[in-house]
């Protein structure tokens, strides 16, 4: 079993920026697909960005481009989410997700193909 935590959620101004945090214990995620979805108030989850092993293979949500950035750093077993130009949009519950299927390259967007899930992280973004 893989246990992921997130963090470094908050709130802060449009424009502003936050880095979060998936922190994973039980087995390394060095060889895992990695993601970071999101859910506001009365929506469904949302993708937000996804990137692979080995390479490091990026790929973001329309909605993410240009401000966000996904990375790992697998020596801590953590996986990052910089965050900037923050809008009142961005505004849910922020969660991490692993794919332990261990396919080199492969970067996935549909929730469906995730198998761990953390509990998810609050980002507040005010106007």
């Known amino acids: 079993q893989v246990q992921l935590v997130e963090s470094g959620g908050g709130l802060v101004q449009a424009g502003g920026s936050l880095r979060l945090s998936c922190a994973a214990s039980?087995?390394?995620?060095?060889?895992?697909?990695m993601g970071w979805f999101r859910q506001a108030p009365g929506k469904e989850r949302e993708f937000v960005a996804s990137i692979s092993w080995p390479s490091g293979n990026t790929v973001y949500a329309d909605s993410a481009k240009g401000r966000f950035t996904i990375s790992r750093d697998n020596a801590k077993n953590t996986m990052y989410l910089q965050m900037n130009s923050l809008k009142p949009e961005d505004t849910a519950l922020y969660y991490c997700?692993?794919?332990?299927?261990?396919?080199?390259?492969?970067?996935?967007?549909?929730?469906?193909?995730?198998?761990?899930w953390g509990q998810g992280t609050q980002v507040t973004v005010s106007s």
């Open positions: 997700a692993a794919d332990d299927r261990i396919i080199p390259g492969y970067v996935g967007r549909r929730s469906t193909e995730y198998d761990f």
């Open positions: 039980g087995r390394t995620l060095s060889r895992y697909t």
